[in-house]
Structures are given as C-alpha cells and as structure tokens.
C-alpha cells in the first residue's frame, strides 16, 4: 500500500508515492535524487541526514514521509543559491573544517539553522547546535572555529 | 522483498478516531515523533500493522500552563517542552530532563507520549514526572482516566495502558513554593541513554524538609521511589550529614542490573554520589544548608 503526499524538498514541489513506514530520508535519496542527505547510521545519532522540515532541523532517518505530506523540506542543495551558504563554505574550506565530507551535509544545515535563529553564536551554542552531528576524522574543533568565523563574516556583511 | 509485509498508514486528526483503529487493528501502533519506533521497524524488532499517526492531532500538542498545573499533550516535543516552561523553575527537574534528551534532532522530533510509553527504564522524563506528582492521561473507548506516573509502569517496555487506550496527556501540578526540582544523571557521552538517573523534589519550612521524593531511575525496571531515603529527610534540617545518610539509604534502595552500559556496583555508586549533590545542590538554593 503506498500512499500520495505533496511536499515541497529545497522550494520545488513534488507529489511522490510513499509507503506507510518509509523515511523521509529514504524518499529524498531514493525517489527524488536528493544525495546531499547522508543515510549514516539510520537510528538517529549521526546526524548525516539531517534537514530542516519547517524550519527545524531533524533525522530525516526518523520522520516517516507520509507524515510530512504538507511540509517543506530544506537541504544541503537548497541552500546553493542562499549568500550565506557561500560564506559558511568559504569558512570550512579555509579552517580545514572538511576532511572525508560525509558528515559536511549535515553539519551545514545544522550550523546554518543555529546562524539562522541566533546570528552571534557563543562556541558553546556552537558545539551544542552540532552535538547531535558526528564527526569522525576532524575532532570537531576546526567545524566550531569556521561556524563561529562564518557568523562573525555575516554580520560585518550585514553593517 | 522487504523483511515483513510493510504497514499501512493512517494520519488521524482526532483522539477517537485513533481510539477507533486501535480497536479495528489489534496491531496497530500509535506513533508521533517516531524516534523509538522507526528505529525499532528497521532493525525487526517489531512489525506494526498500521501507523496510526497522532502528529497531526492539534489538541494534543498543546503545552498549557496555569497556576496550579501544567497540561502537556503527548505529542509536544522535547524542544516545545523547554521553550514553554522554562520559566517556572520549580518544574526544573523537568525541563532539563527534556533538555538532555538524545541531540537537537532528536528533540525536535521525541515527545513526551512517546517517552513514557515506551516505558523505558532509562527514559529521562519519567523520573522528573514521577518526582513531580504528575499523573498520564488515558482516553479509551469508555472515556478518559487518570493514573499517577508513579503507577503507569509494569516492567521495561510495558505499561497499564490496554491496546485500545491512547496516552493524550500529562497533568503536572504545580509544586508549592519553596520547593524545586533537579534531575541529574549519568551517561557515557551527549547522546547516550541514562546509566543512572536521579530525580528529586525538595520543598522547605522553616528551616526543614517538609515535602521530598527522590525517584531513580535506570536503576530498576520501573521507576523507583526512594522511600526510605525521603523518609531520612522528612522533617529534618538538611544538614551535610543528613544529606549523605539519604544519598547512602537511596543506593541501597537501588536495584540496578550490570548491562552493556555499566555494572550494577557502579550503577549503585553513581546513585549515592548523584543524589548527594542533587540534593546538596537544591538545599543550597532554597538557602537552608
């Protein structure tokens, strides 16, 4: 059995069939080609999956996609076109805040979500904001430096 | 072919009619956050026959504060729960439970319906709720009923809701002033569960405890009222003796089991040494030690 929902993934409009217990995140990798979405661990403690549904960051390895019928659905992709996006990837390029690039989708989208509701971050907010992102080869300490650089480089745009 | 015939799926919009497919599909599950119970369809430890999905259900993730309690719906988030109360410090215990819960994600998603029922022994609301007083609201086919946290659970993963009932809220009285509430426990790193929990409710006059509970958790299958241990702080001035001769009588009332996350013994210590400085902590605050 597999059900009709319209939803909208990175501002474009889709209407896929979903099955009753699939993820949101298996629909995004598997349906629709969304790669930037990272399948991890799947039980929600990598945070490689992580998007925004409405606004709020969550693993998409948890959501089912029959419950976000209605909803809108932000990705690594969807932020190419935002000025902030370029600004966040120029810090973690020049921190070496990328080693592998499995954990980089995620992570973007959380620190993006953080810059978002709070645009001058404390490195403590930082590092909680991205406490459910697992890092494997950095150790973390140069992703906090390019988000808190990154916030830092936003506001002198803004003034 | 997938691992089992895969469930349907039905989004409802109101209580009864949830209370309707639990009685038409005997295995049928309720499901809102879904951060237990996606992972668990995953990896085969349990196959629904139908997701009868609350997520939608606008009532019921209502977060609505008054003098005298608080009424939380199942479905509101762990994130939903701090944003809503923490301005009420005597409810502490709860909201930094729901503030250690999983990661960011993770609250955003995980409500308070999905954390006590799945009568987790390491679930970290239960013990806040049970230190609090508050009580679970039932709706079956025959209409609601009350039950105190303290008697929901059976044992790990069971509890007295009947296959047709739906957890729709939580009543949470309000505690008096002069007494707060502190949860605190043990785990491995941010996104582990709990090796030990630690809740407690401590309420002061004139000088001396008059009203406490001290409720364990992780440390038995069902959440676990230290009774002896509030009775060594009932009545008396909270002095370090006092306090340490509570924190040594809860560790004995502890019945922890070794596992994968920590030895019994350990489980047992941590109880001492956590309950002393909960305790130490909030009495330091209500200026009376």
């Known amino acids: 059995m597999t059900y009709p929902i319209k939803l909208v993934v990175n501002g474009r409009k889709f209407s896929p069939r979903v099955e009753g217990d699939e993820t949101l995140l298996h629909l995004l990798r598997e349906k629709l080609g969304v790669k930037g979405v990272k399948a991890g661990c799947e039980s929600g403690e990598c945070g490689a999956c992580t998007v925004l549904v409405d606004g709020q960051p969550v693993n998409s390895c948890l959501i089912l996609a029959a419950r976000c019928d209605g909803k809108s659905v932000l990705t690594v992709e969807g932020l190419r076109a935002n000025p902030q996006m370029a600004i966040l990837e120029q810090a973690f390029l020049e921190k070496g805040a990328v080693q592998c690039g499995f954990c980089s989708p995620g992570m973007i989208i959380s620190a993006h979500s953080l810059l978002q509701k709070s645009p001058h971050p404390t490195e403590d907010e930082v590092r909680e904001a991205i406490s459910g992102n697992l890092c494997r080869c950095t150790g973390y300490a140069k992703i906090v430096e390019a988000i808190l650089a990154a916030a830092r480089r936003m506001g002198e745009v803004e003034t | ?102 990661t960011p994600q993770v609250r955003n998603l995980a409500t308070i319906g999905g954390n006590i ?33 303290e008697e929901l659970f059976v044992g790990p993963g069971e509890t007295v809701l009947s296959k047709s009932e739906v957890l729709t809220a939580v009543d949470v009285p309000i505690p008096p002033t002069k007494t707060l509430t502190a949860y605190a426990r043990h785990r491995r790193t941010r996104v582990d569960l709990a090796t030990v929990g630690v809740s407690v409710a401590l309420g002061v006059t004139a000088g001396r405890c008059q009203h406490c509970r001290v409720v364990l958790t992780a440390v038995a299958p069902t959440p676990l009222r230290a009774i002896e241990a509030e009775g060594v702080l009932a009545g008396q001035k909270l002095t370090e003796e006092v306090i340490a001769q509570a924190a040594l009588v809860a560790s004995a009332e502890a019945r922890p089991i070794s ?16 309950t002393r400085r909960s305790l130490t902590s909030l009495a330091a605050t209500l200026g009376v030690n």
């Open chain 2, 117 to 149: 029922g799945n009568a987790s022994p390491s679930a970290e609301l239960v013990g806040p709720l049970v230190a609090l007083g508050a009580s679970a609201v039932l709706r079956g086919p025959k209409g609601d009923r009350c039950v105190p946290i």
């Open chain 2, 259 to 274: 596992d994968v996350r920590a030895s019994a013994d350990y489980r047992r210590e941590l109880v001492e040494i956590i």
């Open chain 2, 1 to 102: 072919m997938s691992r089992y015939s895969r469930p349907e799926y039905v989004k409802v919009l109101t209580v009864d009619d949830a209370i309707e497919e639990l009685i038409r599909n005997g295995e049928a599950y309720v499901v809102a956050g879904g951060t237990d119970l996606v992972v668990n369809m995953r990896l085969g430890r349990c196959a629904p026959r139908k997701l009868v999905d609350l997520s939608a259900v606008p009532q019921l993730s209502v977060v609505s504060p008054d003098h005298n309690s608080v009424v939380i719906g199942a479905t509101a988030t762990m994130s939903r729960i701090v944003e809503a109360l923490s301005p009420w410090p005597s409810l502490s215990a709860l909201t930094t439970a729901a503030s250690l819960l999983g």
